[in-house]
């Protein structure tokens, strides 16, 4: 019964729910990859598609670190003035 669930949206949807639920199993599709990453992100049970690459990760983190502390610094207010 499960395999005609798509086809039940052909009355209200015509021809169209045919390229839809194609659709809409590539996003479940996609989904379900995605929870796999989200639950190893660092690849320890056997998903490599999914992994988190750290190296990169901090390397975009790290890229312009040193112009943002220099323009944060500029940002500061001046000193107060001794009494």
């Not at 990453?37 to 190296?55: A, K, M, T």
């Amino acid at each position: 019964k499960r395999v005609r669930r798509p086809l039940a949206l052909y009355p209200e949807l015509g021809s169209l729910s045919i390229p839809l639920t194609g659709l809409l199993t590539l996003f479940y599709k996609g989904l379900l990859e995605l929870s796999k990453s989200f639950l190893d992100p660092f690849g320890n049970e056997g998903y490599p598609g999914q992994n988190i690459r750290v190296d990169v990760l901090v390397s975009e983190l790290n890229f312009g670190a040193a112009n943002r502390w220099v323009s944060a610094g500029q940002t500061l207010p001046a000193p107060p003035a001794p009494p």
